[in-house]
């Protein structure tokens, strides 16, 4: 059973006030999310699994450029500022009605989860050029799953020979000027939370090999899958970094896309 079965009239409120789909301008577009199911509690009660929006047409953060003719378009406006303000408008009110269901009937109820599932819904909506609009893609290339038995910083691998088709989109400016001065940003941003996984990792390596020193095997059990995963996080952040520095600013109509 899908969560729209649980709808609220917050929800169609929501989206009534959305404009009426034309040819022209920006789209604000949202992923369909993968189907929840019904599950039974201990006390009989019904909820739904899982809590938030899993984007069926998503990986890792980054939309597949290929996967936007199965996105819903939510309503077009005249210009990607006015999208942007549309969809933090969205945002605002699906959290709102989200925590007043979470205060009243709490995180079980199903009418709270299906809120809960369109405010994550909306947190993944973006706004897109229309055909005879012309936007500029943030493209970065895809990457290897990690390989948990390569050496250090070489678990993942940016495929940066890949076609362009292939590329994932990190967000999309209405100029090439804009595109550039996010990439920028997010590159620089980037950089510092890898600076911080990296050296949380240093830290996490010098007190195993500290407690290999004393013999400790009940902490190497117990810290040692979270320095597995504490690996995985820093090698993934370090991955989006190199995947920022080789990142282009393409045309919404460039023909390489096709």
Known sequence: MKAAVFATPAVLMVLMVLPAPGLAGWHLMAPSC???RTVTLNDGSKTLEPVGCDPIDTGGGIRRL????KWKSLGTLDSVEACDNLRAALITQTNDAYFEAFHRDGILNPTTRTLYRTYDQMSYARCIPSNDTRGWHLLVPPRTPFNEKASFLRGLKVLTDSPLSKWGEAAVLESKEACEIVKAVRL???KSIY????????HVLEEQ???KARGDEKWLSDHGPAIKMQRWITETD?????ALE???????DDPRLK
Do not use: D, N
């Open 34 to 36: 993968a189907p929840a």
């Open 66 to 69: 290929a996967s936007l003719s």
């Open 188 to 190: 620089s941003t980037q």
């Open 195 to 202: 600076t911080g996984s990296s050296e949380h990792y240093i």
């Open 209 to 211: 090999a500290a407690a």
């Open 238 to 242: 370090q991955a989006s970094v190199r």
């Open 246 to 252: 080789t990142a282009h600013c393409i045309a919404t």
